[in-house]
């Protein structure tokens, strides 16, 4: 530790039901300034609960007991106390994950940054109006002034994670809750990020960093603190911990790293990722995947081989270009060619704003090219008319980063899985349909059923938004970012259940996302994106060894890694 301990937590609990286990279980902790403290743990273990309870943000009904809760010696406020409006933002920042429902979608970024000056700084307005573009240059964001009059919804992913950021930072607090920062960020973007926050804790800044990554933690935290449900199993200085972890669940994490894991292996995945059980913490992690019954997929999804089907997708010299407020245009794609092989997966990388979803929203007919070609195994889809594409799109599925946002909150999953059940087009032969096989598809309990989708882990919403692509019977998937939002145990076992599913059923993927270690293990062939341009393509393997362009080999020079 490099001080006295700015913030104290000691004997921290949260219960939501006094008769059930507490999400929180008795966790204390120091963090002095100028200390980074990484909180790590599979989805549900209790690590963001402990986060926003540091905030007084525990969720309604959750009842918080501690014996000591101080900040620079001071005791933090009873939850919902007037006083925590002058420590939040101003002692306390917070930066989240969910960038699209934590910005006002009405206001511009750069408004929702100068509320934070404005509130908890003496700046004038000009000079808030300068430190908005300065905080939005250091964290990566290119065309400061242009993106600070934008609102989120104009933003890619990426952009929004990083206004949130720099909202966070805005007026210096002492310590800085970042609740999975770096998530929605591509390499070269989470690098720059990190940085930031490296320099940040550099200058005395204190630091708490909830996260799933752990080649994140071994590059910005001191220390770490392994958690598992509810309880902080480990905790240690990183590089110690990373090195020769003694709790089972940080070695599973370490176990569950894509990372160099080749094509076609599965990742080792604790015996429920979703749901950790007293028996989970007594098994050794094991190679997992998902053993799927036979007799859920019908001979008709093995009739017809990859190799007499013409290319599942082809985008051919697509561009696309759009407004801004200024009357200008920016290119979103220029000239890109596509093709996605039949039964085989396409991994689509490249930086926050590249046009990677806008690939995948033409590919899926929610936008229509300014110019080139798109076809659907071998037939004209780009140019067709929505009616004309109704009786075909259920060859075609979709699989998002936020399955939570994509579902109607109101609908059971067996509803949702109903619903989707019905897009299939009459007489079409679908492997799966019912919703006892989607499920059992999908390696989830029929018990979950009649539950909602906010009643649902992390995992079982991917695996539920899973199951609803595969309702209808496509034969080719469009995956964007479907992991990213997960912790590696849970994406271990979700990356190993689409590659089983894929061999079961000859789909066809393409894979877009900003994790290179996840590509790499996911994808048969790589298309590069950068700036709108597809600038290599190649057998991954040869993309990853033998990178031809510069912006791929600065890419792969960014690539985290565990320090160890």
Known sequence: MTGSPLLRVSDLSVHFDRSARPAVDNVSFDVAAGECLAIVGESGSGKSVTARSLLGLAPAGAHVSFSELTLAGESLPAPGARRWRTIRGASIGLVLQDALVSLDPLRPVGREIDDVLRLHTTLSQRERQARVLELLDAVGIPDPALRARQRSGELSGGLRQRALIAAGIAAGPALIIADEPTTALDVTVQARVLDLLASLRNNGTAMILITHDLAVVSRVAGRVAVMSEGRIVETGETSAVLRAPTALPTQQLLA???????????????????????????????????????????????????????????LRSVSRRYPTPRGEAIQALDAVSLTLDAGRTLGLVG?????????????????????????????EWGSLSARERRPLRHTLGAIYQDALSSFDPRLSVERILTDALGVGASGTRQSLTTTSELLDAVDLPQSLKNRRPLHLSGGQRQRVAIARALAPGPQTILCDEPVSSLDVSTQARVLNLLDELQRHLHLSYLFISHDLGVIRHMSDRVAVINEGRIVETGETEEIFIAPRDPYTRSLLAALPRVRR
């Open 256 to 314: 569950a790293i894509p990372v160099d894991v080749p094509r076609g292996v599965a990742l080792s995945v604790p015996a429920d990722a979703d749901a950790p059980t007293a028996s989970a913490a007594s098994s050794p992690p094991v190679a997992l995947s998902p053993t799927l019954p036979s007799a859920t997929f019908s001979t008709a999804s093995l009739e017809h081989p990859a190799a007499a089907r013409p290319p599942a997708l082809e």
């Open 351 to 379: 930086q926050s704003g590249s046009g990677k979803t806008t690939i995948a929203r033409i590919a899926l007919g929610l936008e229509t090219a300014d110019s080139g070609d798109v076809l659907l195994n071998g037939n």
